[in-house]
């Protein structure tokens, strides 16, 4: 192959080259990009929903020696005694309470709850408002608590009278209702208040000698009556100390003859006056009319073994030791 004829095939071959270049280019920009492969989003991991727990059960002692065991904690509870309704209100629970006995009339709120009768109580109409729980106290009597039982309601009876009884059925109904936080604290409130009257008493250096009328027949407190104690431990002497039953009538040639230093009225709130008393025959050459010492008081809070036990208590020292105040 000559020289000219080597030129020649050379151009070609460099024409030919250039064209499958192109050629190859072209293609390449209309070839359709494959995207680059993305990554499958892991599908969403559920949050477990727990369980719902299961109520433990309330299990109470009552003052019988009952042992009680409530399902759950009590929502409805049915107060078969005014100082029942003054505890639960008092600890926090009066959202709870759905009915109270006829003479529950303290706090204010009470009065507009279901009355469910008194001496007896209405069986059917405090089953008809399903409580979880039914407290009664010392009041409840046996054959109310049997009739409860055997419409199949729980009754929790507490009737510890002396202070410290009070106070730990406090604490009971506290645990029994779920407010046993509040009803602690408000125990040991009235536990302070206790000691605190207790040690101002003993600068007093007399013992009054007390008439306690319950109404205008002369029956009064003796030992194994609540207020008894109270008149006690508030520096007072019983006149009525001897009897032979809780609650005795005395005549009012025994007041007269006993001279009574300090007259309390628990009867005041159905009409009976220190001017009344002080008018009656005879009664002029007792100590206490001479003396002016004839005295009203709300009978409430000295006979209901609740939370203004102190208070009563209190009211009570101030009428028979006043230089104590």
């Not at 529950?104 to 399903?130: C, D, M, R, T």
Request: hydrophobic share 45%; proline share 10%; charged share 20%.
């Amino acid at each position: 192959m000559n020289t000219r004829t080597r030129t020649v095939a050379g151009v070609l071959v460099a024409l030919l080259l250039i064209v499958v270049i192109v050629a190859l280019a072209s293609w390449m920009r209309g070839a359709p990009q494959q995207a680059a492969p993305t990554a499958t989003p892991a599908p969403p991991t559920a949050t477990p929903v727990p369980p719902t727990p299961t109520p433990a059960p309330v299990q109470v002692t009552d003052d019988l020696g009952k042992a009680l065991t409530l399902p759950k904690m009590p929502q409805r509870i049915v107060s078969l005694a005014p100082s029942v309704t003054e505890i639960l209100f008092a600890i926090g629970a009066g959202n709870k309470v759905v009915g109270v006995q006829d003479f529950s009339n303290y706090p204010p709120e009470a009065a507009s709850l279901p009355k469910v009768g008194g001496f007896p109580l209405n069986y059917e109409l405090i089953a008809s408002l399903q409580p979880d729980l039914c407290i009664g106290a010392d009041i409840t009597s046996p054959d109310d608590i049997a009739k409860l039982e055997g419409l199949g309601l729980k009754v929790m009876i507490i009737n510890r009278t002396d202070l410290e009884g009070i106070f730990t059925n406090i604490e009971l109904v506290g645990k029994a209702v779920g407010m046993e936080e509040s009803a602690n604290a408000l125990a040991a409130s009235l536990r302070a208040e206790l000691q605190a009257l207790q040690e101002r008493l003993k600068a007093a250096t007399t013992k009054p000698r007390v008439f306690v009328e319950l109404d205008e027949t002369l029956y009064t407190v003796a030992p194994g009556s609540f207020i008894h104690p109270l008149i006690e431990l508030a520096g007072g002497a019983n006149i009525a100390a001897d009897a032979d039953n809780p609650y005795p009538q005395l005549s009012a040639e025994q007041v007269i003859a006993k001279d009574p230093e300090v007259i309390i009225l628990t009867d005041a709130a159905y009409g009976v006056t220190p001017e009344q008393v002080k008018a009656r025959p005879g009664w002029e050459q007792i100590t206490a009319v001479k003396t002016g010492a004839v005295y009203p008081i709300d009978g409430d809070i000295i006979s209901r073994p609740g939370p203004r036990i102190l208070e009563g208590l209190k009211a009570l020292a101030a009428l028979i030791h006043p230089e104590l105040k």
